[in-house]
């Protein structure tokens, strides 16, 4: 039986509502705390949910949530700039389609179910700072004390834990570790849109029907969907030696930035500089340097634990980030459902360590493939292909192979997190 009763959770993104939720279901009573003065409605761009994030929402109680505002993606389609298909991969056997959400619809459903779920969440709480309390003497026995989170209005908030959600910018890691790594630059800008449906000229349209199509093209990567009424999404990553924050990129405007894209790819032959033009520059989503962090040396200390980007941001290339974050709530619920918290946050950082990392890396292959130079070019358009027709399936599909077990219990880890799990009940293969 968990001997904690209630939490903080700083952060109401993705990780934060899943993370109240599932906790509110092992028993403990948590509030999310959302720098914002809304929920994040307003902010755009596409994401996908991997099975394995499907999966774990489901454990959490939150089956069937995304379902609704997204749609199935069967497979992904990718070809160089010329147009010549490279390879296509399908949903893993036995696994359901990922889902394409817009992030804002996404938001909205989270925070919806948390609302149902019971969880509070309190807008416009920037926490600027942590106050443990005998948190030596708590580590040892996993009892008494608390924590206080101080915000930037000056209100507090005290619990027995609280939980960082709070994104690849997290403030909690720099309390807990003021010599956390910052976000790497991965040397690509991001961008994204929503295009409405209008008149296209047919013999321009090629919808890519519940498929999505990724383009390695000569300059940039672009990934869209295209719908027979001319509707779609799109994001693109532009190649750039140095970084730009999303202000300073913003800055440069809309128009600007659709007319470099639109350049861009002008030499690929792609549906990119159609779904460009047609883009309404006020929907333009400029994301600025994407980025990751290959490993957050401290996870935890005391009463304060990381979850999702926090504690293993990995670039958006990874198509994971988002799923990731939803298992990690979930797993450090059932940890703390099973264990004093030391042990529940050592075995929840031993649970979960490889597997993040692990997927941190591969994105970062992937980035380099979509910088690739003149040289690497030819030599992925070669090589690509002929790697697809050798590779086992199951390299690309391990990640969303991931089961959670809510039911199964939570043995511990060892306190110093290090020890092999005996039985975590959840598998990634
Ligand atoms: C362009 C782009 C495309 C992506 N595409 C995908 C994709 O297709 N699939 C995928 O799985 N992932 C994708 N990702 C990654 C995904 O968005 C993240 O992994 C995911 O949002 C992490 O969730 P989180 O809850 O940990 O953090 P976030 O969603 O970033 O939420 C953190 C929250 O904490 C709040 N906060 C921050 N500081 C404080 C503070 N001091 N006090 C209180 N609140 C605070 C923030 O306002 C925010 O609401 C993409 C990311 C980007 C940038």
Known sequence: MSRIRSAIIIGGGIAGPVAAV???????????????????????????????????????????????????????????????????????AGLPDQLLVWRP?????????????????????RLVAIEQHDASADT??????????????????????LIGADGIRSAVRSLIDPAAPAPRYVGLLGFGAEVPAGPVD?????????????????????????????SGGWFANLPRATSMTASEARAVGADEWLRVLRETFADD??????????TDPAQLVTVGGMEDIPTVPTWHRGRVALVGDAAHATSPSSGQGASLAIESAVQL???LRDLPYPEAFATYEAMRRDRVERIIKMAQRTNSDKAAGPVGRVLRDLMMPIAMRLMNPESFAWPMRHHIDWSAPVTSAGAAGTTPLVSVASSSA
């Open 333 to 335: 619920a059932r940890c």
């Open 22 to 92: 599932a906790l509110g279901k092992a028993g403990i009573e948590a509030t999310v705390y959302e720098a914002y003065e809304t929920r994040a409605d307003g902010v755009g761009g596409t994401l996908s949910i991997a099975p394995n994030g499907v999966d774990a929402l489901a454990a959490a109680g939150l089956g069937g949530i995304v379902e609704p505002v997204s749609t199935p993606i069967t497979a992904m389609v990718m070809r160089n700039g010329k147009g010549r298909r490279l390879a296509s991969l399908g949903s893993p």
């Open 140 to 161: 040892e026995t996993g009892t008494g004390g608390g924590v206080t989170a101080v915000f930037a209005d000056g209100s507090r908030a005290s619990a027995d834990i």
């Open 202 to 230: 047919p013999s321009r349209l090629d919808p890519t029907g519940s498929e999505m199509h990724f383009v390695f093209g000569r300059r940039a990567f672009f990934g869209y969907v295209l719908a027979a009424d001319g």
């Open 105 to 125: 619809e996404l938001y909205r459903a989270l925070h919806d179910a948390a609302g149902q779920h019971g969880a509070r969440v309190e807008y416009g709480k």
């Open 269 to 278: 032959r792609l549906r990119a500089v159609d779904l460009i033009s047609r």
